[in-house]
């Protein structure tokens, strides 16, 4: 109920005076009382309010700390993925570097191999071009003495 002081038998006298009747008086002055206790704060209504205020203060502050904790950690997940990602880079520099000294030494390796085969080949194509102009020399010689 509202703490606000309210003559009810004032207001009824008024209204009887402005020309109501006793019923209208009594049912208008009823009316405004019941819209009057339904529509004014008490004070214990502004404490509840207060309190809930407060709570709800406390749930933000609970929150904003909560969620600094979390933007902390987030922070050194991401100092750590950083870290991460900076050894497997140099790790990934370093394997290019191996690969590129192995692919070196591969290059190297059959260029030996080339020249060594293009030695071979000219040894047996000196050695298959000798033999011919051994044969045909043999030849020629031969047909030199039937002639």
């Known amino acids: 109920m509202s703490a606000l002081a309210f003559d009810t ?25 019941d819209v009057i206790a339904g529509e004014l704060a008490t004070k214990h209504d502004i404490e509840a309010v207060k309190h ?27 100092e750590n993925v950083r870290a ?14 191996n690969v590129r000294a192995e692919l070196k030494r591969d290059i190297e390796t059959l260029r030996a191999d080339m020249k060594h085969d293009m030695k071979e080949l000219e040894l047996r194509l000196t050695i298959k071009l000798g033999a ?16």
């Open 9 to 33: 038998y004032a207001a009824v006298k008024k209204l009887k005076e402005a020309g109501f009747t006793e019923q209208q008086a009594e049912a208008q002055t009823t009316l405004l009382t």
């Open 52 to 78: 809930d205020i407060e709570t709800v203060k406390l749930d933000i502050e609970n929150v904003r700390a909560e969620l600094k904790r979390d933007i902390e950690t987030l922070k050194l997940n991401l």
């Open 84 to 97: 991460e990602l900076k050894r497997d880079i140099e790790t990934l520099k370093l394997n290019l570097e």
């Open 132 to 147: 011919m102009l051994a044969l045909a020399v043999g030849a020629v010689a031969t047909l030199v003495k039937l002639l």
